[in-house]
């Protein structure tokens, strides 16, 4: 049986893939710590709800 069009994966195309992998996951880090809902952030302004206004 001959395999046509085998082609070789060497360790430098190895490196590469994992080097792309690390640079997309550092990017999508930041976006989710940027875009992600976190409840302890404060958003820049105060929210104030006076006990005459709860129904």
């Known amino acids: ?3 046509k069009n085998f082609a070789m994966i060497t360790e ?3 490196t ?3 080097c792309i992998a690390d ?3 550092k990017v999508y ?3 989710m710590a940027k875009y992600t809902f976190n409840p302890n952030r404060s958003l820049g ?3 104030v709800v006076r006990q005459r ?3």
Do not use: H, P, R, Y
């Open 16 to 18: 590469e893939i994992f």
């Open 45 to 47: 302004f105060l929210c």
């Open 29 to 31: 880090d930041a976006q």
């Open 23 to 25: 640079d997309f996951c």
């Open 53 to 55: 206004e709860i129904l």
């Open 12 to 14: 430098d195309k190895v």
């Open 1 to 3: 049986m001959k395999l």
